[in-house]
């Protein structure tokens, strides 16, 4: 009798003490996810950005602006051809 | 004795006071009301403990837990090589609390400030909205905003409450009106609305977990407690699309729209052997950033919601059905003298007698009355069952929204001249997907592949519709249309041998064919040697002078497919133009 009072009084500090472990580790996770939410959110910011500098049509502005660059016509272009 | 006499003077003291002689009654009545006190106590504590538990429980959890939700990423969306196409970024909008805050405009001035907006401009809010607790400011402000509200949010911790940022997000578009048509648009809680965005709505949205937190008298979370639901993010889109050749379509239909003064235009571009959709392009088109209103049908895919007769970009398939049936063989002659043919009492025309031509030249004319008469020698049963075996007359299997099916009558109901008409493109209605289909049929060596937005979809229906030797010869002859003196010299691109087919379709309207507005189309493949794209160009009632398909649509396709071939790397098939590197290539 005594024993299983003992052992109820033991589980029943048990029981709370896990509930106490998992909500710590659930702080825990939420301050993770959090986190990870933030370097998530930056990291469509970021790609976002790439998306806007990496836009066709400002490419080949660049290129055709800024660097001078061409199509080649037919006669610039040799075809070779490999083994 | 002593006790006695006490007593006795109590007894008159009492009587002298005049006070009642005894407390009995008293004392009785004061216990009473302490017996029932405690009764009450004991009674109460068992109720609530015992029989109200459960309410009381939940009524103080309710007070304190609370249940928060966890948002779930929507996917993103990208085409073949990764880029991304849509793009759900974090956005800040800026709320008050007006019963909280105060309308002095000390401390309105500086929320203004960071704000960008006058004074009197959310002094004329606050008060508008002054029995409320909440009212968004400004929604979807500018990061520096909200960095800016979320400083001064912190400066303002002792009245907590008053105005704070609240997190959503928000859809971007980098390529813009590009995609627009495709990808349509989410709403303002990021929900899918049209396009690919609606039919992948399940996929990308993605599930929002939940959580219980413990909040304060205020309503502030204090700390999580336990997790009900994990939050599950949307799932990643990639699509068949090639960003680049996409682009390049859109600028060149946007140009061709604009210089032929055409009322709309859309092009689709298919890789034969897989079914992939590399581009769909339209016009008129909408920046789904921006607004996102319907008039003049912009919002409309018209590639795939649109239908029109294919006039004569549907001969090569009459052709085709003709060898397939055994009705003519490649190197057949066909009598189209004197120009014209009856059928009943209704006549089918040609712009010129083309007397005693092949096929080749039949295609590369654009003879009507040749492409009648091999259609009426062929069973209406066979003919039939060719025709939809390329796609024509049901939709495909994209499920796009508003997608057309478009229209191809059933045999039964075909009259004689409709077997004919059938023949140059009349009386059936296609989508521009639909003919981009058929055509990648001829160049995939006749078998016809479903088309997909995804890379490597393994859900692709193939089947044959006719033998690769009726294929091959069909595009063969198909090339001399791209050629010098056939009706789109300017289909052709450089390096490549191209095959496709002109159609100039006047328009029906309620009076019957009108006279002066047309539908110009064109329908390629390339590289003939080894196919690669099919290739549908179809605009819309061009007005400034020009309207033939050779004129208006090959343009297009040249242009396109001059870029396909160099971003797929496609190895040229004619090099007669080109130079060779000799042995010692500098």
Redesign the interface.
């Known amino acids: 009798m005594l024993v299983l009072a003992a052992l109820i009084l033991l589980s029943g500090v048990a029981v709370a003490y896990v509930k106490y472990e998992s909500r710590m580790l659930f702080t825990e996770m939420e301050k993770l996810r959090t986190y990870r939410d933030e370097l998530a959110n930056d990291w469509m910011l970021l790609q976002l950005e790439l998306a806007t500098l990496a836009r066709h049509d400002r490419i080949e502005q660049g290129a055709t602006g800024t660097l001078k660059m061409h199509m080649p016509d037919q006669n610039e272009i040799q075809v070779i051809y490999g083994k | 004795m002593k006790k006695s006499t006490r007593e006795k003077q109590q007894k008159r003291y009492l009587q002298e006071q005049n006070l009642p002689l005894d407390y009995r009654y008293r004392r009785w009545f004061v216990m009473g009301v302490f017996g029932v006190a405690a009764v009450s106590l004991v009674v109460s504590a068992v109720a609530r403990q015992v029989f109200e538990t459960d309410f009381l429980q939940k009524e103080g959890d309710r007070r304190h837990v609370g249940v928060v939700e966890?948002p779930a990423?929507r996917g993103?969306i990208k085409d073949r090589r990764g880029?991304?196409l849509a793009?759900?970024?974090?956005v800040y909008s800026v709320w008050i609390n007006p019963r909280a805050m105060p309308v002095d405009a000390r401390e309105l001035a500086p929320l203004a400030k960071a704000l960008g907006m006058k004074l009197e401009e959310l002094r004329e809010l606050h008060s508008r909205y002054s029995k409320r607790a909440f009212v968004y400011v400004k929604r979807r402000v500018d990061?520096d905003t909200a960095y800016a509200v979320e400083k001064l949010s912190k400066s303002d911790r002792k009245h907590f409450n008053r105005f704070g940022l609240q997190e959503e997000y928000r859809r971007?578009y980098?390529?813009g009106e590009v995609f627009g048509h495709v990808l349509g648009f989410t709403n303002i809680d990021d929900q899918g609305q049209e396009g690919l965005e609606l039919v992948f709505d399940g996929v990308l949205q993605g599930e929002a977990g939940r959580?219980y937190v413990v909040r304060d008298g205020k309503r502030r979370v204090v700390?999580?407690?336990?997790?009900i639901s994990p939050s599950r993010p949307g799932k990643d889109l990639e699509l068949s699309f090639d960003?680049?050749l996409q682009?390049?379509a859109y600028r060149s239909l946007k140009k061709i729209r604009a210089r032929h003064k055409a009322k709309s235009a859309s092009a689709v571009v298919l890789d034969v052997k897989t079914g992939e959709v590399l581009a769909m392009v339209n016009q008129p088109g909408f920046n789904p950033n921006g607004s996102r209103n319907n008039r003049g049908g912009r919002l409309r895919n018209r590639a795939l919601t649109d239908t029109f007769e294919p006039g004569s970009a549907m001969k090569p398939f009459i052709v085709a059905a003709g060898l397939e049936e055994g009705v003519i063989k490649v190197n057949s002659k066909i009598d189209t003298a004197p120009g014209y043919y009856y059928i009943g009492r209704d006549i089918v025309r040609d712009k010129k007698n083309n007397g005693v031509i092949d096929l080749e030249t039949l295609l590369r004319k654009s003879s009507n009355v040749g492409a009648s008469k091999i259609a009426m020698q062929i069973d209406s049963e066979d003919l039939f069952e060719f025709v939809s075996g390329l796609g024509f007359g049901s939709a495909s299997t994209l499920g796009f929204p508003g997608e057309a099916s478009g229209q191809l009558n059933d045999y039964q109901r075909w009259a004689k001249i409709d077997q004919a008409t059938l023949s140059f493109g009349y009386g059936l209605s296609v989508t521009a997907l639909q003919l981009a289909q058929a055509y990648a049929v001829l160049a995939n060596g006749g078998e016809y592949k479903s088309a997909t937005f995804f890379k490597n979809d393994d859900s692709v229906i193939t089947r044959r519709v006719m033998s690769e030797k009726t294929a091959a010869a069909v595009l063969n002859m198909l090339e001399s249309v791209v050629g010098e003196d056939g009706t789109a010299p300017q289909a052709a691109v450089?390096?490549f041998r191209m095959a496709g087919k002109t159609g100039t379709v006047k328009k029906y309207s309620a009076e019957g064919y009108a006279d002066d507005r047309y539908r110009s189309v064109f329908a390629g493949v390339g590289p003939v040697d080894d196919p690669k794209f099919a290739m549908a160009v179809v605009v819309d009632e061009p007005s400034a002078g020009k309207f033939y398909g050779g004129d208006v649509a090959a343009p297009v396709f040249a242009e396109v497919m001059a870029s396909g071939m160099r971003l797929f790397n496609v190895v040229?098939d004619a090099?007669d133009?080109?130079?060779?590197?000799s042995g010692g290539?500098r």
Do not use: F, H
């Not at chain 2, 700390?223 to 997790?227: A, R, V």
């Open positions: 966890m990423y993103l880029e991304i793009v759900s970024t974090p990061p971007y980098p390529s959580k700390s999580d407690i336990e997790q960003a680049r682009t390049l450089e390096g040229p090099l133009g080109m130079r060779l590197a290539a």
